[in-house]
Each structure stands twice: as structure tokens, then as C-alpha cells.
């Protein structure tokens, strides 16, 4: 049986910030594979590296060596513009503080990946918004909604355009454990029966332990 080419290649991975004279480094070489449909979490301690590695993943942060290819293409190729339209086709984003604009609606909000993308963006935000459990608040703006509520809205903002991967830093960082459970069951079930791929940063060990592979990074290198 021949093994199934991976969707997402990064390979010998560096990045580094300055801080004044310091020179820290946050990615040390790292390479890994994911799998289609795969859900893989990534943990480790605060400052390890974990946002760095997933933005670096997703195409947003350019690093300083290294590749990543996402279904054979290489993110950090072409123009900004040509790589941004391959990233809203192909990616959903999700990250701890929602993201969410203020004065526009529920709705609003979660059909604007379909407006840059140039297509019919209401219905789809509309069945987005039902997939989450939230049919019922689509007019409200994000503030007259709790935490849970918000990150709904994040996520059926995420999945509106069919990605085939979601990347999601922290998505319950800002919310309590019992909400929290609810938030990662529901990007669980939404991801597996769309057969989305999922790659989740969290801090959160337990929420780790949830996806088909967990990996660790510690002092910017998996173990």
C-alpha cells in the first residue's frame, strides 16, 4: 500500500527575534509532516515557540530558513498578493483573542472571507453560523455576545470559504474549561465530518491529549 503524500511539509524551519543586542531564537530546525484530515495538537510551555511555529506553518510569518509546502506548493513563494489568495482559498484562521470587528454582525463577520474571496458570502456564512449553534444570533454585534459565543462566530468565520485546513492558536485561551471543552468538541466534530485538516496550538495538556498525533516543542525544537 503506498503511504498518501502528506498535506502540509515544513523542513529545517529557523526563526529568530532581536531583543536589543539579544538574538533569541524560537525555532531551532525543526521539520514535520501532517497529514489530509489529520487533527494534530501542538503544546508546550508559554514562549516555546508554539504561535511562531504555527504562524510560520500557515503561510504569515516568513521564516528565516527553511520550507513549508502545503499540498505542494510552497507557501512562501509568488507575490504577497498571490500568496494571500492561496491562504483564503485554502486556510482557515482561528486565534485566542477572536479577531471578531466590532461594528459589524455576527454574520457580517463571518462573511468576509467569501467577500474577498469574490463569491456569494451570506449564504454560506448563514450555514456556518447554524454548523456553530448560533442560527439564532446572527444580527448581534460581538459585543452583545459572551466568550463562547465570540469564538463561534471566529469559527464559522473559519470554515465559511470549505478550507481544507483550519490552524487555530489558543482557541480556548480566553475562555473557562467547561466552555472551553465545548469549543474544541465543536472544531472537532466540524473539522472531521467536513474532512478538514486541523492543527491546534495549545498550552493546555489536556486539550492536547484530544487530537490524532500530539507534538511538543520545547526551546524551539520537537520532541
Avoid: C, W
Wanted: glycine share 10%.
Amino acid at each position: 500500500m503506498e503511504t498518501a503524500t502528506p498535506q502540509l511539509v515544513a523542513r529545517d524551519l529557523f526563526q529568530s527575534f532581536r531583543m536589543g543586542p539579544r538574538r533569541i531564537e524560537v525555532l531551532r530546525g525543526i521539520s514535520m509532516e501532517v497529514a489530509r484530515n489529520e487533527a494534530v495538537f501542538l503544546s508546550g510551555a508559554s514562549g516555546a515557540g508554539k504561535t511562531t511555529l504555527l504562524y510560520t506553518l500557515a503561510g504569515l510569518e516568513r521564516p528565516e530558513s527553511g520550507t513549508v509546502e502545503f499540498e505542494g506548493r510552497n507557501l512562501y513563494n509568488g507575490t504577497s498578493a498571490s500568496q494571500a489568495r492561496f491562504r483564503n482559498q485554502k486556510m482557515g484562521f482561528i486565534f485566542q483573542g477572536y479577531f471578531l470587528l466590532p461594528e459589524l454582525t455576527a454574520l457580517e463577520n463571518v462573511s468576509l472571507p467569501g467577500m474577498i474571496g469574490g463569491k456569494s458570502a451570506r449564504e454560506r456564512a448563514e450555514e456556518s453560523l447554524t454548523a456553530v449553534g448560533l442560527a439564532g444570533r446572527t444580527q448581534h454585534l460581538p459585543a452583545e455576545l459572551s466568550g463562547g459565543e465570540q469564538q463561534r462566530v471566529a469559527i464559522a468565520r473559519a470554515l465559511t470559504n470549505n478550507p481544507e485546513i483550519i490552524f487555530a492558536d489558543e482557541p480556548t485561551g480566553n475562555l473557562d474549561s467547561k466552555t472551553g471543552d465545548t469549543i474544541i468538541d465543536l472544531l472537532m466534530d466540524l473539522t472531521r465530518s467536513r474532512k478538514m485538516t486541523l492543527l491546534v496550538v495549545t498550552h493546555d495538556a489536556r486539550l492536547a491529549a484530544r487530537g490524532d498525533r500530539q507534538l511538543h516543542i520545547k526551546d524551539g525544537v520537537l520532541q
